[in-house]
């Protein structure tokens, strides 16, 4: 029969893209499932990137590019880097890959030994760790609940790092929970990472376009350069520009860490997509205001997600300061029985009865390792989530 290998033996299929297999198969049979648990933006890609990519194929550019990026990308990566963080990268220290996923991949696969850790804050997206382990690290999940606004203090890095610790990874604004640190928050962590000389720091930022209330971005090499030869800055062009099917994500870093990148790659896929990557230089290089108005929309559609789900008995929402989730609490509804006599005992036991009896899907805190808690994710139409968050109030208030 068949056999995994030892480095998957542990990992089963992410409960996020279960909860989608199911609410699919509902839809199928005909009912009426509301699906919030896409991680991906309901807009369209704008239509300069399409253009750019018709005129790439129209151009010839289908064959294999350089190895980690086009010459045009990256200049048009390091010159974002400059414009929108104040982070001077040279060329040979950014890396272009099949998503930032897989920047993720050739990053751990590059430097992790078997045993090596990872230090992790919960919620978290749950890849980051599954990846890690594939690569024979270990992850070291901490948990930052909604007390602690999602966010790791660092009392609590100083007490995880270890001699065997590689990375600490932090994601802001984050998936699942939409918290995001600031300069400010940043600080104290970036203090205790400077009296560590041996752990390295990985930011992903994907989500940095879509935060609310002026709310402003930091990312670490900014804010502490001395940093700076020891952090892999991760973004891409999937969650800003609506562009997760082009498959680009990106990277800066110190040479040495993006050469090994390159060796990974170079036996996985050679290189980016070609017509992608020529779609991404017009992401980065084209106008950018339309990033406002899709903010403010999703802006008017996070604050009416957060006040329905505050006005629901057992439920309990911090306002996120960016990407397009809330993360709730469903400490109040556990204990209780269900209509049909069911025990809500975990926060999966909850999210199983939203979708088998409101016929919303939405994704379970246990998928991201923190419970008592459930995802929205808001990136659908407003009257979509009006009826979601009416059912999920019904089916509330129907439990005993
Ligand atoms: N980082 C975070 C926090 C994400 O939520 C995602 C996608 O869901 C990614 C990275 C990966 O993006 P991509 O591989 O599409 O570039």
Redesign the pocket.
């Known amino acids: 029969g068949f056999k995994p290998a030892s480095r998957i033996a542990s990992i089963g299929v992410s409960k996020i893209l279960q909860v989608g297999a199911r609410a699919a198969a509902m839809k199928r049979d005909g009912l009426p499932v509301i699906v919030l648990g896409a ?2 933006p309901d807009f369209d890609t704008p239509e300069n990137v399409k253009e750019a990519a018709k005129a790439a194929i129209d151009a010839g550019e289908t064959k294999y590019t350089a190895l980690d990026g086009t010459p045009a990308l990256k200049k048009a990566i390091v010159e974002k880097f400059r414009r929108e963080n104040g982070i001077d990268y040279d060329i040979d220290e950014v890396t272009v ?8 991949f050739n990053a751990f696969m590059a430097t992790l030994d078997p045993g090596d850790e990872v230090i992790i804050p919960t919620p978290y ?1 749950t ?2 760790s599954d990846i890690v382990e594939i690569c024979g690290g270990v992850s070291v999940l901490i948990p930052c609940d909604a007390k602690a606004n999602f966010r790791l203090q660092a009392e609590q890095l100083e007490t995880a790092i270890t001699s065997k610790t590689r990375w600490i990874l932090l ?1 802001s604004p ?3 929970s939409g918290a995001a640190y600031s300069a400010e928050d940043y600080r104290p962590l970036l203090d205790v990472l400077i009296r560590h000389p041996h752990v390295w720091l990985m930011v ?1 930022d ?2 940095e376009h879509i935060v609310y209330d002026d709310f402003a971005v930091a990312t670490p090499v900014a804010i502490e350069p001395r940093l700076k030869n020891r952090t892999l800055t ?1 973004n ?4 800003a520009y609506a ?2 099917g082009w ?3 990106y990277a800066g870093g110190p040479k040495a860490l993006i050469k090994a990148m390159a060796v990974i790659q170079s036996q996985a896929t050679s290189c980016p997509c070609s017509v992608s990557q020529a779609a991404a230089v017009e992401a980065l290089n084209g106008p950018q205001k339309f990033l406002k108005e899709r903010q403010e929309s999703f802006r008017r559609r996070r604050d009416l997600v957060v006040e329905r789900l505050n006005d629901i008995d057992g439920l309990d929402c911090r306002t996120p300061e960016g ?1 397009f989730y809330t993360f709730s609490s469903c400490a109040g509804v556990l204990g209780k029985l269900t209509p049909k006599g069911r025990k809500i005992e975990a926060d999966h036991d909850f999210t199983d009865y939203l979708l088998e009896e409101a016929h919303v899907a939405v994704v379970p805190g246990s998928a991201f390792g923190l419970s008592p808690y459930f995802r929205i994710s808001y990136a659908t139409s407003q009257a979509e989530l009006m009826e979601a968050l009416n059912r999920i109030k019904h089916a509330c208030s129907a439990l005993r």
């Open positions: 991680g991906e890959a099949t998503g930032a996923k897989q920047i993720l997206w890849s980051y994601n984050s998936n699942p992903d994907m989500y991760i891409g062009v999937s969650k562009m997760t498959r680009i994500g990407a």
